[in-house]
């Protein structure tokens, strides 16, 4: 077994991973025996059952899978005294909440949302609605076999029950114990449970009408939970994300109560249900919107979160989809977004381009298509993808007219290797050679610039959405790089009117640093002209397709092959000529 793994789960239950934090909570659960061991053998049967039916790599790989059997378990053992049938109903409960999990992560991921611990609370709900026929199990609903206890001011050891409660331990000495873990690991959790905790008493006691009543509040660990998954986990810490969590705190108030009187009738617990519901809408809407303060990349804590965010903007940019112009040469920017023209609301985020010469986009006057410099140039292709759709039978405006019925006028979408979609819109006439299905590379030739559909002279129109659908909402992106005033920028977006070029890219020079799995690299370390050391890297990927080089101390360092680029964007491990790699 994985104990490492299993102590983390643990740890998993507070959003954090940290083997040794998990190994402090499987003690601290001691201060009430049957709570401990419950979990404990509710881990046991997960497993067991996880290797019955071959899904141990399953979950080994995703720890929700453990910490909400374990939470099940525990929620049990408050319950009911441990005896040989409650092992039985632990063992059953576990198995269906491992299958339960499964189920909710494959239909969640679809729209990449965590299940958080949505899988528990519906369990136990069953499993709470079932113990009202088993009287030969039952024990009582509070169960008060916790063996260590303090009191303490109403004020704080309501937040210390609170925090315990999480754990099936609703008392101060649990409480203190995991505050202390909490934050030895992580400040920003810690400030968050404190703030998230009193933040939610003070609006419930606004709506009760009594401080004191929302603070016997059982339930009010869930404002601590939502408070320290969108304050620190989902979003990153920042004071905008504070207010945010705050909002979601005050929401878990009243979707509290109000789950707590539906509850009643039958004399269920509202467990996390709150937390479940607040956290999962503000996840789904946020990314749904992309919003900036989202979480992309969740590390162990909230501080190293915000760090590997904060050293990935400054090294790459804006976290956005990142395609390349969809040109060769000098074009100008004729619309941003947000612009004054076509560039609204769900338009909003979309670039045009022209070619200009002495500030004209056309020679003469103007009066002919092939009068503007941009007219029968070609449209590259802007990511490596397959086409999904196109048209390219309208025919191109003449110079004062548009076409107001077929908006998007001739167009093809192309989906990216890293699943968004391009769209690229106005273009000529019958210019299209390519089919449905087929697989282009970045810079391939595609199509060229026309005037037809609402267009009112040649240009290139180019967005990035989620959908292959024409037109469809869309989103935020930036040009991977670009030169702009004798300057390679990189991850941006150009201001109107300025003058950029794309970068063709190098393909000898990606061939030499695509670098195959499992290949070797030796070196020397010279020093005073002689060699002091011989050291070797490998090239490996992990499971998530990462690669990285890795040398004999297991240290790693990652990086990112692309056709216009090659960086090394994180590092793992101590002291090593890696590390020094990675810092230049």
């Given at each position: 077994m994985n104990i490492s793994l299993f102590a983390k789960s643990y740890a998993n239950i507070l959003f954090l991973e940290n083997k040794y934090v998990g190994v402090a909570l499987i003690f601290i659960t001691f201060i009430n025996p049957s709570v401990a061991i419950s979990g404990i053998l509710a881990l046991i049967a997960t497993v067991l059952f996880a290797e019955l039916v071959d899904l141990r790599s399953e979950y080994l790989g995703q720890g929700f899978y453990l910490y909400n059997s374990i939470l099940v378990g525990m929620g049990v053992g408050f319950l009911f005294e441990p005896s040989v049938l409650s092992v039985v109903f632990i063992a059953i409960l576990s198995s269906f909440t491992f299958?339960?999990?499964?189920?909710?992560?494959?239909?969640?991921?679809?729209?990449?949302?965590?299940?958080?611990?949505?899988?528990?609370?519906?369990?136990?709900?069953?499993?709470?609605?079932?113990?009202?026929?088993?009287?030969?199990?039952?024990?009582?609903?509070?169960?008060?076999?916790?063996?260590?206890?303090?009191?303490?001011?109403?004020?704080?050891?309501?937040?210390?029950?609170?925090?315990?409660?999480?754990?099936?331990?609703?008392?101060?000495?649990a409480g203190i114990l995991i505050l202390v873990l909490i934050l030895a690991v992580s400040r920003v959790v810690f400030f968050m449970a404190i703030a998230s905790f009193y933040f939610g008493v003070a609006i419930h006691s606004y709506f009760l009408g009594s401080f004191e009543q929302a603070l016997y509040s059982a339930y009010s660990f869930n404002y601590i939970l939502v408070g320290v998954a969108l304050g620190g986990i989902f979003l990153l810490p920042s004071i905008k994300n504070f207010l945010l969590a705050l909002i979601g705190v005050a929401i878990s108030v009243v979707l509290t109560d109000s789950i707590e009187i539906l509850f009643n009738y039958y004399a269920i617990p509202v467990f996390t249900l709150p937390f479940n519901f607040t956290v999962i809408t503000f996840v789904f809407v946020l990314s749904m919107i992309y919003y900036k303060g989202f979480n992309y990349n969740i590390k162990s804590t909230p501080e190293k979160s915000l760090a590997s965010?904060?050293?990935?903007?400054?090294?790459?940019?804006?976290?956005?989809?990142?395609?390349?112009?969809?040109?060769?040469?000098?074009?100008?920017?004729?619309?941003?977004?947000?612009?004054?023209?076509?560039?609204?609301?769900?338009?909003?985020?979309?670039?045009?381009?022209?070619?200009?010469?002495?500030?004209?986009?056309?020679?003469?006057?103007?009066?002919?298509?092939?009068?503007?410099?941009?007219?029968?140039?070609?449209?590259?292709?802007?990511?490596?993808?397959?086409?999904?759709?196109?048209?390219?039978?309208?025919?191109?405006?003449?110079?004062?007219?548009?076409?107001?019925?077929?908006?998007?006028?001739?167009?093809?979408?192309?989906?990216?290797?890293?699943?968004?979609?391009?769209?690229?819109?106005?273009?000529?006439?019958?210019?299209?050679?390519?089919?449905?299905?087929?697989?282009?590379?970045?810079?391939?030739?595609?199509?060229?610039?026309?005037?037809?559909?609402?267009?009112?002279?040649?240009?290139?129109?180019?967005?990035?959405?989620?959908?292959?659908?024409?037109?469809?909402?869309?989103?935020?992106?930036?040009?991977?790089?670009?030169?702009?005033?004798?300057?390679?920028?990189?991850?941006?977006?150009?201001?109107?009117?300025?003058?950029?070029?794309?970068?063709?890219?190098?393909?000898?020079?990606?061939?030499?640093?695509?670098?195959?799995?499992?290949?070797?690299?030796?070196?020397?370390?010279?020093?005073?002209?002689?060699?002091?050391?011989?050291?070797?890297?490998?090239?490996?990927?992990?499971?998530?397709?990462?690669?990285?080089?890795?040398?004999?101390?297991?240290?790693?360092?990652?990086?990112?092959?692309?056709?216009n680029l090659f960086y090394f964007y994180n590092y793992e491990g101590g002291d090593s000529y890696l590390k020094y790699i990675f810092k230049i």
């Open positions: 299958l339960f999990s499964y189920m909710l992560n494959r239909l969640f991921y679809i729209y990449k949302i965590p299940i958080l611990s949505l899988p528990f609370s519906v369990v136990t709900i069953f499993a709470y609605l079932a113990s009202i026929k088993y009287s030969g199990l039952f024990v009582g609903l509070v169960n008060s076999k916790a063996i260590y206890d303090i009191h303490l001011p109403l004020e704080l050891s309501a937040l210390l029950k609170s925090i315990g409660t999480i754990f099936f331990l609703p008392n101060t000495m965010y904060l050293s990935s903007l400054f090294r790459f940019g804006i976290n956005e989809a990142k395609i390349s112009p969809p040109f060769s040469g000098e074009w100008s920017v004729y619309q941003v977004f947000n612009d004054e023209w076509t560039h609204k609301g769900n338009y909003k985020h979309a670039y045009d381009f022209v070619i200009e010469k002495d500030n004209k986009t056309y020679k003469n006057q103007g009066l002919y298509l092939e009068d503007y410099y941009c007219f029968g140039e070609s449209v590259l292709a802007p990511v490596n993808g397959y086409i999904v759709e196109f048209r390219h039978d309208l025919p191109d405006n003449q110079i004062g007219s548009v076409d107001r019925i077929n908006n998007w006028g001739n167009y093809i979408i192309i989906k990216s290797d890293f699943g968004f979609y391009v769209e690229i819109s106005h273009v000529m006439q019958y210019s299209i050679k390519l089919h449905v299905g087929e697989y282009v590379k970045l810079n391939d030739v595609v199509a060229k610039c026309g005037n037809s559909g609402y267009s009112p002279q040649p240009h290139i129109h180019i967005q990035v959405q989620d959908t292959p659908n024409l037109g469809a909402h869309t989103r935020g992106f930036c040009f991977s790089e670009y030169y702009s005033k004798n300057r390679i920028i990189f991850n941006s977006l150009p201001n109107k009117n300025e003058i950029i070029e794309s970068i063709i890219a190098d393909k000898s020079m990606f061939s030499r640093l695509n670098f195959i799995l499992d290949e070797s690299f030796k070196y020397e370390v010279f020093k005073d002209d002689k060699i002091i050391e011989e050291i070797e890297f490998v090239a490996v990927m992990n499971t998530l397709g990462e690669f990285y080089f890795e040398d004999s101390h297991k240290n790693k360092l990652y990086f990112y092959t692309h056709i």
